[in-house]
């Protein structure tokens, strides 16, 4: 067993930890602590469009929000809670979690082998293993006391996003707290602004779906699930990968059944994205 981390380093508060997790950036052993070592940074900035210690904040501001949600929701994080990261990425949240959750109970899944490979490969705390895109997950029913999805329904088509909901409310146990993200409708505006010629590939991706912007608003207006099929690159094609804007509405009534919707908060100044918060009951 390895110990979460504020027992390993007797740290007093969670800012402690992402300093020590920063630290780690450039120190591989702290304390006699052999820490998770990083994947290089264009690596990180493919998944995430951050690295090292940039990357660690941003996620330090959702791992903060979703853990005073889960005590809010008696729920709050211990050495033995079980925890999933659906599409764990490199693994920088289960890094964060290793703060107070112990490395063996500790899970990642992901569709993509390498991303896989490289959270294995530099040590990431957790039980890491590949899933496909379209299903299932490979745990029993009611295991989880918290289910995070950080940019991850907000690239789902609606087909895929229901299903995968369903499927997380299957491994939830009772008073599951589940953490996700997706495009609010702002992001709809971010794409109508994107100049021209774009600057990145990413943004080229995103500027040829310009034309759909005005059913999209409206769309979104009606409480509808809204996707863009731009893709993923190999292996995620605009079937199962693409940008989707989910309004609150939708979450609230469709996957109300799955997960009762504590918070929708779209505020750029605190994320990215919308940031959901929900309950099993």
């Known amino acids: 067993m390895i ?17 020590l997790l920063i630290r780690s950036v450039t120190e591989p052993t702290i304390g006699g602590v ?7 940074p264009d690596f ?23 853990k005073a949600y889960s005590e809010a929701l008696a729920m709050p994080l211990h050495p033995k809670t079980k925890a999933l990261d659906f599409g764990c990425g490199w693994g920088r949240y289960t890094r964060m979690l290793w703060n107070d959750i112990d490395a063996d109970s500790l899970y990642g899944v992901d569709v993509e082998p390498e991303t896989l490979a490289v959270c294995k490969g530099v040590g990431s705390p957790g039980t890491f293993q ?5 299903g299932p997950l490979p745990f029993d029913d009611n295991k989880f006391d918290l289910i995070i999805a950080y940019s991850v329904f907000s690239h789902l ?6 299903y995968w909901m369903s499927e997380l409310h299957r491994v939830a146990r009772s008073g599951c707290v589940i953490a996700y993200t ?7 505006d971010f794409i109508l602004e994107i100049p021209s010629p774009p600057p990145t590939s990413w943004h080229h ?16 207006d009606e409480n509808k699930f809204c996707y863009i099929p731009t893709s993923g690159g190999e292996g995620l094609d605009p079937n199962v990968y693409g940008d989707a804007i989910i309004p609150e509405s939708y ?12 918070a929708y908060v779209d505020d750029p100044n605190q994320f990215w994205q919308a940031v959901v918060i929900g309950q099993k009951s």
């Open 130 to 134: 590949r899933i496909d895109a379209q």
């Open 157 to 162: 088509p609606k087909k895929l996003a229901d």
């Open 182 to 188: 997706t495009e609010p409708r702002r992001f709809l």
């Open 34 to 40: 052999e820490m998770p070592r990083f994947p290089h």
């Open 3 to 19: 110990p979460n981390g504020k027992a390993l380093f007797n740290l007093q508060d969670d800012q402690q930890w992402l300093d």
């Open 205 to 220: 991706g995103l500027a040829k779906f310009k034309h759909m912007a005005p059913k999209l608003y409206q769309d979104f």
């Open 44 to 66: 990180q900035r493919k998944l995430v469009g951050s690295a090292d210690g940039h990357a660690l904040q941003e996620a330090y501001k959702f791992y903060k929000y979703f």
């Open 251 to 262: 979450i609230r009534d469709v996957w109300g059944k799955y997960f009762k919707c504590f």
